[in-house]
């Protein structure tokens, strides 16, 4: 398998231990956020699940559709980082139609957004500098 299939499947289950890591009460404060950050409600449950399964289709179906997903996803996801740390709603689960913008403290919006802009710049990296490497995509690491 490729390296990037292998990393769909790692976004895959990442994305289903998240939508579980929400139902885990331990992880969650008095008020019902997780990790004491953010509440998560059907909508970020449904983004997250929906973008794992996408991302486990992607890698099971070929190395192009994962390389399309990583090229498509990387960049919205990116961007609905950065418009969180701004506005702390994205667009992505709806919570800036929702919501609209949310004030918290500057330490909440950086530590609610940070994980979507990494996962999204991995994603990115993935998507335009993984897959455009010269080793082809059926090519093992047998060398």
């Not at 702390?88 to 530590?111: C, M, Q, R």
Request: aromatic share 18%; hydrophobic share 50%; with cysteine.
């Amino acid at each position: 398998m490729d390296r990037v299939r292998r990393f769909g499947w790692i976004y895959c289950v990442g994305f289903m231990l998240v939508v579980a890591i929400g139902y885990v009460p331990q992880f969650h404060d008095a008020q019902g956020n997780l990790f004491g950050l953010f509440n998560l409600d059907l909508y970020d449950d449904s983004l997250h699940f929906f973008s794992g399964l996408w991302a486990g289709i992607a890698a099971l179906l070929s190395y192009r559709a994962s390389r399309l997903y990583f090229r498509l996803f990387g960049p919205l996801y990116f961007a609905d980082g950065v418009m969180g740390l701004f506005l702390g709603s994205g667009y992505l689960d709806g919570g800036i139609f929702l919501y609209g913008p949310i004030k918290e403290s500057l330490y909440a919006h950086v530590f609610a957004n940070l994980p979507h802009l990494v996962i999204g710049g991995l994603a990115i990296w993935v998507g335009y500098r993984l897959a455009a490497s010269p080793v082809a995509p059926t090519a093992t690491a047998a060398a």
